[in-house]
């Protein structure tokens, strides 16, 4: 059978367009570096409060959330047992700290980030020299930096060792102890140039408020098979705090203490990013546990939903390539062809094309993601270059290319794309009597 290249070009089109917004997705929600915990990861940026009852009019104020300070970290989140890791950084935008260059001179703002030791723990940077700064350090308020290997070839030289070099930010002398490998934009809890602990001297200069007064994000990695007993703490937590909360508690305008609601406060990574599609998300992950967190549960519906429209069109394809070979098939069934055979015939045939042109697609796919990353990162997710101010990296690797899930997917698209385009119209095709099909005229 001559291969039909218009039924070839439209599935490679088709599996290439599905595949570039399921890598897009994926690379948000995957575990991949530097952000290896994605599918263990919870995230509080805020603690919901239960409603209050101001003391002077008796007006119940609404239900509402309060930032995450530095004393509920201290206070509630450092009695967690079950997380394997937990972290905080300060909740500040894409500020900015003033560093001087080699020359001297000029400075340069770098995008900071204000954390402890254990985020290197749940953020899996590759080291390029040095390593993260400790405990030790954080608690002996010492000026200690990780940098990204980009901000020390700015800064300190191209290609010149930058682990133990002193720089000049804000004014004060900061030892850089590591250096990373730059993150991509893409990794938005890592997309900064340096990383600083929140307890360093002379960090009040860059970020004009105290530790103590600082909103935070806490991040903490719970193994789904520690979930049931996480849960189990929080609650408890919960109740020991609202429990010891008195009349002389947080005065504030005559307000009664606040009860805190703590598991509504905690948001899975995958709830964050389909936020955008609707909170429920939130509430599936949380309530109906592990199986609503897999990047599957929703691949697969917004693949195939994807995949409906250029499955009619090819369908239709199919449809007309019938009408043609009616003359033919009724010639073979008259001299005994079964109809199943000409069936399995006609699926082989379109399978074999559908699979040449589902390889085209994901070779397309692939060159289309790495060529123009930065128009398409931006399209699907938003103005990376904008809120990033144009730092850090697009680079994709290897295993945001070649993750075998969304490979299996995608060829499974194939399959059914091959199914529903190929089945209806060929069935109605050898249902027509033989005569009929004979006088045809094409």
């Known amino acids: 059978m001559k291969p039909n290249y218009l039924y070839i070009l439209g599935t490679a089109l088709a599996i290439a367009f599905t595949m570039v917004i399921a890598e897009v997705y994926y690379v948000q929600v995957a575990d991949v570096a530097p952000e290896v915990n994605r599918s263990t990861t919870l995230y509080c940026d805020a603690i919901w409060r239960m409603p209050i009852e101001n003391e002077r009019d008796g007006v119940v104020q609404e239900r509402t959330t309060i930032p995450v300070f530095y004393c509920d970290i201290t206070d ?25 260059m080699a020359d001297g001179v000029h400075d340069y703002s770098a995008q900071y980030l204000c954390t402890d030791p254990d985020y290197f723990k749940l953020y899996r940077f590759r080291f390029l020299e040095g390593r993260p700064f400790n405990k030790t350090e954080m608690d002996g308020h010492e000026r200690v930096a990780v940098i990204t290997r980009d901000l020390a070839d700015r800064i ?26 730059t ?48 849960w189990r703490e929080v609650a ?20 009664k203490p606040t009860p805190i609601d703590l598991r509504p406060s905690f948001v899975s990574h995958y709830g964050r990013t389909w936020n955008d599609v609707g909170n429920m998300f939130d509430e599936i992950i949380i309530d109906e546990g592990d199986a609503a967190g897999s990047i599957l549960y929703y691949a697969i519906p917004a693949i195939l939903l994807l995949m409906l429209v250029p499955a009619l069109n090819l369908s239709g394809m199919v449809a007309s390539r019938m009408q043609r070979r009616l003359a033919e098939l009724a010639v073979r069934r008259a001299f005994g062809a079964r109809k199943v055979r000409l069936l399995w015939e006609v699926l082989s045939e379109n399978m074999m094309q559908t699979l040449i042109g589902g390889a085209i697609g994901l070779v397309v796919a692939w ?19 904008s809120v990033a101010n144009m730092r850090g990296s697009y680079a994709v690797t290897s295993e945001m290319f070649f993750a075998p899930s969304i490979f299996i997917i995608t060829f499974i698209t194939c399959f059914i794309l091959n199914v529903l385009a190929t089945t209806l119209p060929a069935v109605m095709a050898l249902r027509r009597p033989i005569v009929e099909s004979l006088n045809q005229k094409q």
Request: with cysteine; glycine share 4%; aromatic share 12%.
């Open 156 to 181: 300190i030289g191209k290609d010149q060792p930058a682990a133990g070099h002193i720089v000049s930010i804000n004014n004060y002398d900061w030892r850089v102890v590591g250096v990373v490998e």
């Open 76 to 100: 509630i989140f450092s009695q967690l047992k079950s997380p394997e890791c937990i972290t905080a950084y300060m909740n500040i935008s894409f500020c900015q700290m003033n560093i001087r």
């Open 236 to 255: 408890e937590i919960e109740a020991r705090y609202n429990m010891s909360l008195s009349s002389h508690d947080f005065p504030v305008y005559g307000l």
């Open 367 to 385: 060159i289309a993601l790495y060529m123009c990353r930065a128009w398409i990162f931006t399209l699907f997710i938003g103005d990376l270059a």
């Open 183 to 230: 993150p991509p934009i893409i990794a938005t809890h890592c997309s900064r140039e340096l990383f600083v602990p929140y307890m360093a001297e002379g960090l009040l200069t860059a970020t004009h408020m105290e530790v103590t007064d600082a909103a935070f994000m806490v991040c903490l990695s719970v193994p789904h098979d520690r979930r049931d007993d996480f």
